[in-house]
DNA sequence: GCAAAAGTGTTCAATGTACACCCATGC
DNA sequence: GCATGGGTGTACATTGAACACTTTTGC
């Protein structure tokens, strides 16, 4: 077994999270050849030797999507010597939320990519390696993180209504909730500064805009089912 | 940089808990050798080639401490390039509960090693490495865990009183419960058995035994504060 | 009979939950 | 003037927090 390689390898794996038409979506990439040919994949790769692990994740990023500064989580580390054919590879799993609008995706002309592609993550195509395994573990953390802190704010535009909010809220618990307890909630908290603004394009009643204050970040959330 | 490795070697450590002498305490290993010569660590080891991530941990765990079947949960990946001096060590981390009666403590005859013992987890002495970092990241889990899931009962013994249990949690949590609040919780949580028999050895009160039922380890446990 | 730990309930405050109608706008 | 999403309050149930005295035993 692992004649190809006597040693560990060690990558990083990122599931990008993002809304995306109303949906949320995460961030892969079709497979150009064997293994899982036709698979979609999460981005990921090698760590460098003298590199730390967040920047590892940092710089897959920021190669796929070209967004910096955006929320990144340590997520789990899979290890299972069958995960990877022919090789043992370790992968520290991450975890992005970014902003869909900020996002320039490459395409770079690597012959053994064919696609980089959004996808819903309550719809996902065939997946390479463990790849759904560490999804669904990713999806739970999300909502872990989305009940005790204001993570959902990583998701949104600087400026966003209410209804934005709750509908980003609804997407990640894959469940409604109710607008007026919501929204009692989310001003009780004290993490939204409430502007003069208004949304303006849309052909009904202009909504309030709101942002985020910045240093809430740590901010606890007590549950929002 | 690294000029000794070529590779990253990869390891897993662990932070074993414990309820000794009325407090939290964790394993800890003195070196015998430097660098880091007399300095503490927790139990670790490599991480071999065909091994899943989970049996790494339980080998370590079981070569230190002669149990099995313990509770075990991976906690986080560390990688920083200057956590080892001359090569890249990334190492996952894990924490484990021991009941401390289980114990047999192996002393091995291993010239690399002084001492192995246990130490409060609030008066640590000096740790090598990253450890200490480690060992706050473990005991921030760890009360994260208290308060969702009944988790305290894997330090305890098969049968225990409620003051018992009070004390696991007030020793972890660092802070004092309230007596009726607390037993009110606990039975209300429909995760404890009575049983019939009462503490004989005190020369107090007898105190009723309870027991956990096995199968609500995964029962969410509302907050206790 | 006394020291020491076991055991037990009530009141109040805070938080969560269920629920329905009017408002402002563009067409 | 009507369709569409924006915006608002109250009543009730659940949960958490504070708090003190009686009971059982060994000595």
Known sequence: MFQETKTHEVTVDIV?????????EVLLIQRGYDPFKDKWAMPGGFIRLSEPLDDAAKRVLYEKTHVKDVYLE??????DPGR???ARVITVSYFALIRSDDI????ESDVNIQQVNWHPVYSLPPLAYDHKE????????????LEYTPIAFQLLPKKFTLTELQKTYEMILD????????????????ILNESDEFTKLSSKRPARLFSFIDDSMDTPISSIL
């Open 74 to 79: 340590q997520l789990y580390t899979f290890g």
């Open 104 to 107: 320039q995706l490459s395409h």
């Open 84 to 86: 990877y054919p022919n």
């Open 134 to 145: 560490i999804i669904e573990h990713a999806l739970k953390r999300l909502r872990d993180r």
């Open 175 to 190: 469940k409604d909730l109710d607008k007026r307890n919501f929204r009692k909630k989310m001003i009780s908290l004290n």
């Open 16 to 24: 990008i999270f993002t809304i995306r038409k109303k949906k949320l």
